[in-house]
């Protein structure tokens, strides 16, 4: 069992950037592939960005290319997605998680953090 806790959301105005970060415990991320989901209001949540676990394949949804990194530190136990240009339809609760299927970029994920909300004002 992996625990996640998200951190990094906030306020912020269209063009400018917001870096999350998700912290581990309970087992070693290198467990893990990993990966960033958001739901806005009445919407489907959707994978924005996902991570295996030695960082060697990375995905990211169209919409956000070019805009969105993530990253890991297996030593550290952490997962950022560094955001930048955001727009306000990036609006939405930002979810991490966690798939035993490290190699794999599209789970199932069965882990997850409590999410934290992003609000990118226009």
């Known amino acids: 069992q992996v625990y996640l806790g998200e951190s990094g959301g906030g306020l912020v105005q269209a063009g400018g950037s917001l870096r999350l970060s998700c912290a581990a415990s309970?087992?070693?991320?290198?467990?893990?592939?990993m990966a960033w989901f958001r739901q806005a209001p009445g919407k489907e949540r959707e994978l924005v960005t996902a991570?295996?676990?030695?960082?060697?394949?990375?995905y990211y949804v169209d919409s956000v290319k070019a805009r969105f990194t993530i990253s890991r530190d297996n030593a550290k136990n952490t997962v950022a997605l560094q955001m930048n240009s955001l727009r306000p339809e990036d609006t939405a609760v930002y979810y991490c998680a966690a798939s035993g299927r490290r190699s794999s970029l599209f789970g199932p994920y069965e882990y997850w953090g409590q999410g934290t909300q992003v609000t990118v004002s226009s």
């Open positions: 309970g087992r070693t991320l290198s467990d893990y592939a």
């Open positions: 991570i295996t676990w030695s960082g060697g394949n990375t």
